[in-house]
T-cell receptor, first 112, second 118 residues
């Protein structure tokens, strides 16, 4: 069935290092992907999105890479800070479907 | 921009009580809102899609009579958990899509409601 999943449930990095969070998806019709950050007790916060006609998109300290060939998505965070500690979810949908399908999440722990 | 407010943030009540949760888009109009449920250390599970002026679309396995959704205006959707029981205790989160936005757009989320049924 359709699914969006993550390779690593927990990622621990040192402050200042770069972080890479990975996500795999199975629906070949997926054409829109989003990364969300969720802090404890709060709702998901939009980080960055990418459409399937792109393979890379950059924001402030974040980069999303999309590899449609292997159905893989990654979020790169440069110079990771303690404030980046949270759970990160990838999500996807496809044309004609308004609802998102969420991955299982990765907890990012930033060590000072 | 694109702020979604959810109220209350936390509610504790006795078993058998009905609880209403509000989801408001503060600076945009939303014909479509979504309700999610999230268990501890788990991902978001879509419960239903709330459509302004029409019936909500529920996901498979979600009881529509248990989780009543009303989307009477372009800025407000409500979720009522009827006759709540301890197993309904969870974190409920709403999100909204900007009306008239491009076809692929992110959902904007509220900060959730922690529901605890004693």
């Amino acid at each position: 069935g359709e699914s969006v999943g993550l390779h690593l449930p927990t990622l621990s990095v040192q402050e200042g290092d770069n972080s890479i969070i990975n996500c795999a998806y199975s629906n070949s019709a997926s054409d829109y992907f989003i990364w969300y950050k969720q802090e404890s007790g709060k709702g998901p916060q939009f980080i960055i999105d990418i459409r399937s006609n792109m393979d890379k998109r950059q924001g402030q300290r974040v980069t999303v890479l999309l590899n449609k060939t292997v159905k893989h998505l990654s979020l790169q965070i440069a110079a990771t800070q303690p404030g980046d500690s949270a759970v990160y979810f990838c999500a996807e949908n496809h044309t004609g479907r308004r609802a998102l399908t969420f991955g299982s999440g990765t907890r990012l722990q930033v060590q000072p | 921009g694109a702020v979604v407010s959810q109220h209350p943030s936390r509610v504790i009540c006795k078993s058998g009580t009905s609880v209403k949760i509000e989801c408001r888009s503060l600076d945009f109009q939303a014909t479509t809102m979504f309700w999610y449920r999230q268990f501890p250390k788990k991902s978001l599970m879509l419960m239903a899609t709330s459509n302004e002026g029409s019936k909500a679309t529920y996901e498979q396995g979600v009881e529509k009579d248990k989780f009543l959704i009303n989307h009477a205006s372009l800025t407000l959707s409500t979720l009522t958990v009827t006759s709540a029981h301890p197993e309904d205790s969870s974190f409920y989160i709403c999100s909204a899509l900007i009306q008239g936005g491009y076809s692929n757009q992110p959902q904007h989320f509220g900060d959730g409601t922690r529901l605890s049924i004693l």
